[in-house]
C-alpha cells in the first residue's frame, strides 16, 4: 500500500488526470441514465468534485479540499490558478472580437452593477445579522463581491478578523453556488448568447464560479464571461476600501 | 509544430497577466486587474493576423486547442479543490449574502443584455461540439 501511495504522490498532476477522467466518466453515465442528458455531465461532474472537496476539508481541517490529502496533491495543481487561466485564455481562440465589441458597452455596466449589488446586498446582511459599524458592513459586502476582496478589504479598513473570515465564508458560498446554479438559472435569464455571458460574468464576478458555471452550461459561453470576470475582483478591490467604505460611514458612521 | 501553439498561448497569457499587474500597481490595488482578459484579446488578435499569414497552420492550432478542450477537466479539479468545509462552516450569514449577491446579480442579466439590443441565442451545440467538451 504504501508503495502505491508513493508512486501516486510522487507522480501527483499524471494521478489527478486519472481521477479527474473517472470523474468524468461516471458523470457522464449519471447525466445519461439518471437526467436523461438534461444535465449535462460536467455539471454533475463539477457538483461531485465540490462534495469531494467538502469531505478533503473535513478530513484534514486544510483549505484546498481534496488536494490536502496527500495522494489527491496534484489536483491542486491541476485545478490551480495558473492552468486554470491558461485555459481560460485558450477558450478564447477563435472567438468573435465583433461579439465582444457589440457587448462591451453592456459588460462595463454588468460590472459595475455587479460590484455595487453584491456591496448593498452583502452589508445589508450583514446589518440583518448585527454587524451594523461600517468596518464590518463593508468587509461582508465586500465578501459577497468575491472571496478576494472581502479580505483585502477588511485588511485595509481594520476589520475585526471574525468578520474577514465570514468575508471569506460568504465569497465562497457564492462562488460555490453560482458554480453549481448556472446551468439551473441559464434559461430564465436568457444566458445563452456571447452578450449575456458577457452581463453575467460581469454582474458574478467570482472567476473560478463564473469559470465552473459556464463549464457547466455551455462552453461555448466562457471565453466571453471569463472577460468580464477577470476586472471584476481588481475593481472590488479599488472600490471596496474606498468609495464604498466612505460611503458606509457617510451613512451610518 | 504544436509547441509554438502552447508556447504563442503562454506567451499571451504572461503578457496579459503582466498587463493585469501594472494596472493593479496603477490604481494602487494589491490585484491584478483585468489579466486574463488582456491575454485573450492578445491571443484572438495575434492569432487572427498570423493566421491570415498563413504563419498558423493546423499543428501549430493544436497546441491552443488542446488546453482549451483541457478546460472543463481543469475546472473540475479546481471545483475538488474548493474550500467548501470552510465556506459551508461559515454559518447562514455568510451563505445568505452569497447567495443573495447571486441571486440579485443573476436578476439583472436579461436587463443588462438589452444593453445595444438583443442578441440571438447560440446555435444548440452539435454532437462533435459536444464530445469535445
Known amino acids: 500500500m504504501d508503495i502505491i501511495a508513493d508512486v501516486l504522490e510522487r507522480n501527483g498532476l499524471l494521478f489527478a488526470f486519472v481521477v479527474v477522467g473517472a470523474l468524468m466518466m461516471i458523470s457522464g453515465w449519471l447525466s445519461k441514465t439518471l437526467t436523461r442528458g438534461r444535465l449535462q455531465g460536467s455539471a454533475i461532474a463539477i457538483m461531485l468534485g465540490l462534495v469531494l472537496a467538502y469531505f478533503g476539508g473535513i478530513n484534514t481541517g486544510g483549505e484546498a479540499g481534496l488536494a490536502d490529502i496527500a495522494i489527491f496533491s ?40 455587479g460590484i455595487v449589488v453584491s456591496f448593498v446586498v452583502g452589508a445589508a446582511v450583514a446589518a440583518a445579522f448585527g454587524y451594523t459599524d ?3 458592513m463593508a468587509t461582508i459586502g465586500a465578501g459577497a463581491a468575491t472571496y478576494i476582496v472581502g479580505p483585502v478589504t477588511g485588511t485595509a479598513i481594520g476589520a ?11 465569497g465562497l458560498i457564492k462562488a460555490v453556488v453560482v458554480m453549481v446554479c448556472t446551468p439551473l ?5 436568457g444566458l445563452n448568447n456571447p452578450k449575456s455571458a458577457m452581463a453575467y460574468g460581469g454582474l458574478m464576478g467570482t472567476t473560478s464560479g463564473v469559470a465552473g458555471g459556464l463549464a457547466a452550461t455551455d462552453k461555448r459561453l466562457v471565453p466571453y464571461g471569463a472577460m468580464t470576470a477577470t476586472f471584476y475582483t481588481g475593481l ?8 464604498f467604505y466612505f460611503a458606509l460611514v457617510g451613512l451610518f458612521g | ?63 491552443v486547442l488542446f488546453w482549451s478542450a483541457l478546460y472543463i477537466p481543469i475546472v473540475i479539479a479546481m471545483a475538488s479543490t474548493q474550500n467548501v468545509a470552510e465556506a459551508i462552516g461559515g454559518g447562514p450569514m455568510a451563505a445568505i449574502a452569497g447567495l443573495g449577491a447571486l441571486a440579485a446579480g443573476a436578476a439583472l442579466v ?24
Open chain 1, 160 to 170: 475585526s478578523s471574525e468578520v474577514i473570515a465570514l468575508s471569506v465564508a460568504a
Open chain 1, 134 to 136: 461600517p468596518e464590518s
Open chain 1, 74 to 113: 496534484g489536483l491542486g495543481l491541476m485545478g490551480g490558478a495558473m492552468l486554470r487561466d491558461f485555459a481560460i485564455v485558450a477558450t478564447a481562440y477563435g472567438v468573435d472580437l465583433q461579439e465582444i465589441k457589440k457587448a462591451g458597452a453592456a459588460g462595463v455596466v454588468a460590472l459595475i452593477a
Open chain 1, 236 to 243: 472590488g478591490c479599488l472600490l471596496g476600501p474606498s468609495v
Open chain 2, 1 to 63: 509544430m504544436v509547441l509554438y501553439g502552447v508556447a504563442a498561448l503562454a506567451l499571451c497569457m504572461l503578457v496579459g497577466m503582466l498587463i493585469g499587474d501594472v494596472l493593479g500597481v496603477a490604481v494602487g490595488v494589491d490585484a491584478n486587474v483585468g489579466g486574463v482578459g488582456f491575454a485573450m484579446i492578445l491571443l484572438v488578435v495575434a492569432t487572427d493576423r498570423l493566421r491570415k499569414r498563413g504563419l498558423f497552420p493546423k499543428p501549430t492550432e493544436q497546441g
Open chain 1, 185 to 189: 438559472i441559464a434559461p430564465f435569464i
Open chain 2, 110 to 133: 436579461p436587463v443588462i443584455a438589452r444593453i445595444g439590443g438583443q442578441s440571438e441565442p447560440l446555435p444548440a451545440m452539435t454532437e462533435e461540439e459536444k464530445a469535445e467538451a
